[in-house]
RNA sequence: GGCGGCGUAGCUCAGUUGGUCAGAGCACGCGGCUCAUAUCCGCGCUGUCGCAGGUUCGAGUCCUGCCGCCGCCA
């Protein structure tokens, strides 16, 4: 089959940091593209993540540092992709909408709407706000003139600018989102969606006259504007990716851009639901393309009960828990921990406990008494074949479910197994046989299905934990790299196999670390 | 103003179409094992499932009202 998947972040405004919120969309991302990567293999899986680098709230936070508006982004940007590389996120593209190949993409798709006619021009006056880059009707101010986000003035401004035609589109995209329960997911948002839906809209204006704001991709047809920045950002999604193949050829890149997009996945949080949901499919039929495969909504993530922003003060620094608990930690407690939807609240003090609870006394306790019996009892060697009675359907359990976005469900179903597998010890107590050399072959046999266990779960894990999956494979004696693709298989260990002596994956924390 | 969600053991939460669903994990207590990171295994513990009514043979699970949080739209 030539099923494909583009896996999609949402494109960060890079006028700040990136934070555990923004992190946590890109682990999900992550833990769902290398699980089709398994599924469907490499080549038919591309992963993009990125940062939208125009708009007047970036040329205005480079020149509060009296810094270019690029140089700026050149900073910030180089902070999130750095972020994410530091907690595994293993995007193929990370895409910034600065790059002269997103703008050239940019413009050909500009030149396409216009040809399709659904841009028009013409005058407008309103009161805008500077921060939310939009203009309010006089009804949603609050307190007379401020802007009801920000609380700050709104500036009253008159201007000719270039519209796109949605409400045209509406009917369309409601029905889509009516036919195709999968579309906007979980069903709550796709409800929402629905609604935003109901009432008709108000075309979009997609330009800046350059003499307000100049930062930004110029206007094919008129020189005289930059897109606007939303309108700019979506676009990052197929950019690149589309004309990386074929740099000299728009035809074949915009062929290019119409699969990929059909085959999106796109996470994004719940604040841009409705630019996603109700401007993205419009503007994509305005360009002659298909709509999206997926919308995948996730909810906050709240820091100790309190919503967690840029403004509460109380944002994290995410790469700060790598160094601070080993690799795979945060991963591993954002994914278990929250359901994918809906709100979450993140606190140090639960992921010391899930760390110790799950990590430690779990998974690396596990790990470590396998080893250490194969080691005392079979210097490390597998001197039987692992038994075919081991569980089978579990691969499916937790496939399904990463394909549901119940990343937690997936886990449960993970740590289950090493329920079981801690279980199994307990019952056939080989560290007893083994006192008899009699017991030899029967001893064997049980390490040889605990080793087996072992592999498996490090395959399982991969998507999760890739380090740690990584570790695990090395401790079994096994290639990270090719051995990991069949660990779910039937291809287990062999007798004659070595396996090392075990190291303490996840050493128990007593104290809180300072982190 | 319109629409929607949430409120279940000390803590964090699961709970499809109404009938062994009153649950899981953590925490706590007791017992077992000793291969293992004082880890593992077994058993136990606490709840009027926000409040008040209603439908039903039977309701966390449906309906109405109320209280308390929180979203979205306008």
């Given at each position: 089959m030539s099923e494909r998947r583009h896996i999609t972040t949402a494109i960060f405004y890079c006028n700040g940091t990136p934070h555990v919120g923004s992190a946590y969309e890109a682990l999900a991302a992550d833990v769902f593209a290398r699980y089709w990567r398994r599924r469907l293999g490499r080549g038919r899986v591309t992963f993009l993540s990125g940062t939208d680098e125009h708009g007047d709230k970036i040329r205005r936070a480079a020149l509060a540092e009296d810094l270019a508006p690029k140089v700026y982004t050149d900073r910030m940007s180089a902070l999130f992709r750095e972020a994410w590389q530091g907690l595994g996120v293993s995007f193929d593209y990370f895409v910034r909408t600065t790059d002269p190949i997103h703008e050239r993409f940019v413009q050909e798709m500009l030149r396409r709407t216009h040809e399709n006619g659904d841009l028009y021009f013409r005058d407008y006056e309103g009161l805008y706000c500077v921060d939310c880059e939009r203009f309010y009707p006089e009804k949603e101010l609050s307190g007379g003139q401020l802007c009801p986000v920000h609380n700050r003035p709104v500036e009253r401004i008159s201007e000719g600018n270039y519209f796109l035609r949605i409400e045209k589109y509406r009917e369309q995209v409601r029905d889509h989102i009516a036919k195709n329960p999968g579309f906007i997911r979980p069903e709550r948002y796709r409800n929402e969606a629905l609604n935003m839906l109901a009432e008709p809209l108000t075309d979009l204006c997609i330009s800046r006259p350059k003499s307000r704001l100049d930062w930004g991709i110029e206007?094919?047809?008129?020189?005289?504007?930059?897109?606007?920045?939303?309108?700019?950002?979506?676009?990052?999604?197929?950019?690149?990716?589309?004309?990386?193949?074929?740099?000299?050829?728009?035809?074949?890149?915009?062929?290019?851009?119409?699969?990929l997009i059909a085959c999106s996945e796109h996470f994004i949080g719940k604040d841009i639901l409705k630019t996603h949901a109700v401007y993205w499919p419009p503007i994509l039929m305005a360009a002659g393309l298909p709509l999206f495969r997926r919308l995948n909504v996730h909810g906050w993530l709240n820091f100790g009960g309190q919503r967690m922003s840029k403004s509460s003060g109380n944002v994290r620094d995410p790469v700060s828990y790598e160094r601070a608990f080993g690799p795979d930690v945060l991963r591993y407690f954002v994914m278990r921990e929250l359901v994918y939807g809906l709100d979450g609240d993140f606190s140090e003090e639960r992921l010391v406990q899930r760390y110790n609870a799950d990590l430690a006394n779990d998974l690396g306790n596990f790990a470590s008494r396998v080893l250490a019996m194969a080691q005392r009892y079979c210097q490390g060697e597998v001197r039987a074949v692992p038994g075919a009675d081991l569980e089978t359907n579990l691969q499916e359990r937790v496939g399904r479910k990463i394909e549901e976005l119940d990343f937690k469900g997936a886990l449960e179903e993970i740590w289950l197994l090493i329920a079981e597998a801690n279980n199994y010890i307990v019952e056939t107590e080989p560290f007893k046989l083994a006192k008899d050399p009699a017991n030899a072959a029967r001893v064997e046999q049980i390490l040889a299905n605990l080793l087996e266990i072992l592999r498996m779960l490090a395959g399982f894990l991969e998507p999760f934990m890739p380090v740690t999956s990584w570790r695990l494979f090395e401790l079994l004696g096994l290639n990270p790299e090719s051995d990991a693709a069949k660990a779910a298989s039937g291809e287990g260990l062999k007798p004659g196999h070595r396996v090392k002596p075990p190291i303490a994956l996840f050493p128990r924390i007593d104290r809180k670390p300072a982190a």
């Open positions: 206007l094919p047809f008129d020189s005289n504007y930059v897109t606007y920045v939303w309108y700019d950002a979506f676009w990052a999604y197929l950019s690149v990716p589309a004309l990386a193949e074929n740099p000299g050829d728009m035809d074949a890149a915009w062929r290019r851009a119409a699969e």
